[in-house]
């Protein structure tokens, strides 16, 4: 399973199923229309405890995959440069490109579409 899911790691539906499993939830009773950030996933498995601990090595595979793909970006050549010192001179307004992008959503079906883009396919 972890060598199977672990290339979808960007794709924000799986992390709460992962995480429904862990925890023995029920995924059914997860609002996946809504945002996924740290305090949804908080209140969504607050006062859970650990069930199946399996699914452990999964997640890491998924998150060390993640990590991969983030530092091998970095590194090609057409990524944004970081510059070790700060600008000087006045502190301008940062551009679109710069902030910080919205809150991805829990959407299958969104994931989905992305994913469809990325690869040129037709999501019937």
Sequence with gaps: MADSLKRWWDITTL???CFS??????VAEIDFGGNFSFFNLLDI???CKIVY???LP???AMLQR???????????????RVDSEPPSGPRTRPSA????SRARSMDLREALEDICKLFHLDLQ
């Design 58 to 60: 999964v997640m890491a």
């Design 66 to 80: 993640g990590i991969k793909d983030v530092v091998r970006q970095s590194e090609h050549p057409d990524s944004p």
């Design 45 to 47: 498995f607050k006062g």
């Design 15 to 17: 992390w709460p199923i």
């Design 97 to 100: 490109k710069e902030r910080r």
């Design 53 to 55: 601990p399996d699914i």
């Design 21 to 26: 499993i862990l925890f023995g939830y029920d």
